[in-house]
């Protein structure tokens, strides 16, 4: 992972989202029971909204990606990371419900749009022979970041206000964007080559066929 900068940003990018990302899974059910008084429905819009979020994003990332330069991909990443925590801290300080709907469905779609072409460059990028590991690395320190985000911001539910904790949440998660873009600026994210398929089971010609 060390040895391909892009693969080790990635993994980085993964862990520094993860600082705010955990947070949500507390605040989402805080905002629907107490910040907006709308008890489980309210929870269940939120989290809706995500998910919806995330299946737009994901389209899009679908169709960005069959057309993206790697410049182009490494800019994306940079304007997306921004727009995620932007609209996470006005999703916090919305004083509607159906602004704060509208905010988290952006932030969400942006990250669904970083989350689909970060792990198609990790999979064209990363040999076969290391990918289960490399994405278990990753999967483990992001989860890891995401379980000490989210205990944070638990205990600190019992301190402070719903609203002032979402927006720390989305400033660490936007914050990511900076090391990408200095990463990105000072030629320190190259394109990496392409892995190569290695052939593991024999090819099997029609006329030797049982």
Excluded at 1 to 19: C, D, E, K, Q, Y
Excluded at 45 to 58: M, R, V
Excluded at 85 to 112: D, N
Excluded at 189 to 200: C, D, F, H, I, K
Aim: glycine share 12%; with cysteine.
């Amino acid at each position: 992972m060390r040895s391909v900068p892009l693969v080790f940003a990635i993994a980085l990018l993964s862990v520094g989202w993860a600082t705010g990302g955990g947070a949500a899974q507390i605040l989402f059910t805080l905002f629907g029971e107490d910040v907006f008084k709308r008890g489980a429905s309210g929870i269940g819009i939120i989290w809706g909204c995500a998910g919806l979020g995330l299946l737009f994003g994901g389209i899009v990332a679908n169709w960005l990606g069959k057309w993206l330069s790697f410049n182009g991909y490494k800019l994306v990443i940079f304007i997306d990371f921004v727009v995620h925590g932007t609209t996470y801290v006005l999703f916090s300080q919305a004083k509607e419900f159906r602004w704060a709907l509208f905010f988290i469905f952006v932030s969400r779609a942006g990250m669904a749009i970083n989350s689909v072409l970060n792990y198609s460059y990790l999979l064209r990028t990363v040999n076969n022979r290391y990918r289960g590991r490399v994405f278990a690395t990753i999967e483990t320190f992001t989860w890891t970041m995401m379980m000490v985000s989210m205990m944070g911001a638990g205990i600190a539910s019992t301190h402070y206000d719903p609203r002032l904790i979402g927006t720390i949440a989305g400033l660490l998660s936007s914050t990511t964007a900076i090391f990408w873009g200095w990463a990105n600026w000072t030629g320190r994210l190259p394109q990496p080559a392409l892995a190569v398929a290695e052939q593991t089971e024999p090819e099997v010609h029609p006329d030797h066929a049982v």
